[in-house]
């Protein structure tokens, strides 16, 4: 053992070391040791408590300081406890069964531009209810793609500054863009003949006609003048004329009794 840096010590002058000064050298030691090794901050059972003092969350123990917690877990029984703990950890999870994660294939696929479309204003002459028919062409649909749509609410888009007035008419099919349309924020009425879609195959196009409900009826009827306005990515900003889509076929359900609104 080095006596040199003991005071008033010269080398060859010390007696034997006591016990005490042994062990506290030999816990000197351990801390260094161990400071080299362990990050107390990334340790899971190091705790200080309110009484300032440290604690072992794993093996109960109270300590004075961080180097005597850092010499504990040098110690048989920390040691013995993390294998305890590791062996029942390893127990446990094999018992557990594993759950596989879905796996979600990205689809990639090369778009070709937007699709022709055709809006049809409408109301029925019975209820005066108004509706809404869109007809969608999608002449270069992928094989075995089936056009889809959703409504989205103003605050889902990042186009145009959120207005509760209005929603969005989504219509998407590969390897075509998503186009959408600008309607009121009203409430669809989905009962019978009232909202319907049909993709016909054989000329490629994609129907879909619903209705507002009376409840919502605006007082100026003008507010369905404003379809698609200016800025929305979809068919406004196209800088051509709609398509001419030849109209329904015997496929189609039959329509609701309408007359173009005034």
């Not at 879905?102 to 409408?122: A, E, L, N, S, W």
Request: hydrophobic content about 35%; glycine content about 6%; aromatic content about 10%.
């Amino acid at each position: 053992m080095d006596f040199q840096h003991r005071v008033a010590g010269k080398t060859g002058s010390g007696g034997v070391a006591s016990y005490s000064e042994s062990n506290r050298d030999r816990r000197e030691r351990l801390r260094l040791l161990a400071l080299e090794t362990i990050d107390l901050a990334k340790d899971p059972y190091f705790m200080r408590n309110h009484l300032g003092s440290y604690e072992c969350k794993l093996c109960l123990t109270l300590h004075n300081n961080e180097g005597s917690y850092l010499a504990h877990t040098q110690g048989k029984k920390h040691q013995a406890n993390l294998a305890r703990r590791a062996a029942k950890d390893a127990r446990e999870q094999s018992i557990l069964p594993a759950l596989d994660k879905p796996r979600v294939d990205i689809r990639k696929f090369v778009k070709i531009g937007r699709p022709g479309y055709r809006v049809t204003k409408q109301r029925d002459p019975d209820t005066g209810q108004q509706s809404l028919l869109f007809q969608v062409d999608y002449p270069e649909i992928g094989e075995g793609v089936t056009p889809r749509h959703r409504f989205m609410a103003a605050f889902e888009q990042k186009m145009e500054p959120p207005d509760r007035a209005w929603q969005y008419l989504l219509f998407a099919a590969e390897p075509y863009e998503t186009i959408g349309f600008k309607v009121p924020s009203r409430e669809v009425d989905k009962g019978d003949n009232k909202f319907w879609t049909l993709w016909n195959s054989e000329t490629k196009q994609f129907f879909l006609q619903f209705a507002f409900k009376l409840d919502t009826f605006p007082a100026d009827p003008s507010s369905m003048t404003s379809l698609v306005p200016s800025g929305l990515q979809g068919p406004s900003n196209l800088g051509i004329p709609p398509a001419r889509l030849p109209m329904l076929n015997n496929k189609a359900p039959p329509p609701v009794p309408i007359v173009p609104a005034s």
